[in-house]
T-cell receptor, first 112, second 112 residues
Framework: GNSVTQMEGPVTLSEEAFLTINCTYT??????LFWYVQYPGEGLQLLLK?????DKGSNKGFEATYRKETTSFHLEKGSVQVSDSAVYFC???????????FGDGTTLTVKP | NAGVTQTPKFQVLKTGQSMTLQCAQD?????MYWYRQDPGMGLRLIYY???????DKGEVPNGYNVSRLNKREFSLRLESAAPSQTSVYFC???????????FGNGTRLTVT
């Protein structure tokens, strides 16, 4: 079956530090890959996505590249801000499969 | 843009009571989902509806029922609440294929 494994948290960084959150997946076929972000007290919202191998998704300074050879979709940001403190979820979906598979989430705290 | 609207935002129930969580989306999406979020367990799919008139079980359907009332609305019912159902419940919607999920802001349910 499909599965997503995320780097365990929590992760604590100082402002302007470099961020990497690892994500690897197992899936049949050609899934789409997503990063969602959840701010306190809110639902998840899409951060970025990639739909095929070697695609790079990017948004708000965050980037992730779909690596089929290593089945990975690691999230990176060059310089984090306090406002980036949130829970980050990696997820995959397969066309016509009807549902997404989520990782367990990684909590990021950025200190001033 | 309202997106996905969930009601109520908070609810406290006693063991054995029943309640219905409401969800509506205004994006004309075909697919709708109910997830629960528990600490350290990520998001788990309870039920989903690929299109109006169809519903399917997810990972953790026991103790729940759903109704896809029309294309906009998808409700989740707890017939006899148990403390194990204390959780945050999220409704989401999407189009089929490579589309991301759009989430509501959640219902925080406590069963005592």
């Amino acid at each position: 079956g499909n599965s997503v494994t995320q780097m365990e948290g929590p992760v604590t960084l100082s402002e302007e530090a470099f961020l990497t959150i690892n994500c690897t997946y197992t899936a049949t076929g050609y899934p789409s890959l997503f990063w969602y972000v959840q701010y306190p007290g809110e639902g998840l919202q899409l951060l970025l996505k990639a739909t095929k191998a070697d695609d790079k998704g990017s948004n708000k300074g965050f980037e992730a590249t779909y690596r089929k050879e290593t089945t990975s979709f690691h999230l990176e940001k060059g310089s984090v801000q306090v406002s980036d403190s949130a829970v980050y979820f990696c997820a995959l979906s397969r066309p016509n499969a009807g549902k997404s598979t989520f990782g367990d989430g990684t909590t990021l705290t950025v200190k001033p | 843009n309202a997106g996905v609207t969930q009601t109520p935002k908070f609810q406290v129930l006693k063991t054995g009571q029943s309640m219905t969580l409401q969800c509506a989306q205004d994006m004309n999406h075909n697919s709708m989902y109910w997830y629960r979020q528990d600490p350290g367990m990520g998001l788990r799919l309870i039920y989903y509806s690929a299109s109006e008139g169809t519903t399917d079980k997810g990972e953790v359907p026991n103790g729940y029922n759903v109704s896809r009332l029309n294309k906009r609305e998808f409700s989740l019912r707890l017939e006899s609440a148990a403390p194990s159902q204390t959780s945050v419940y999220f409704c989401a919607s999407s189009e089929p294929g490579h589309s991301p999920l759009h989430f509501g802001n959640g219902t925080r349910l406590t069963v005592t």
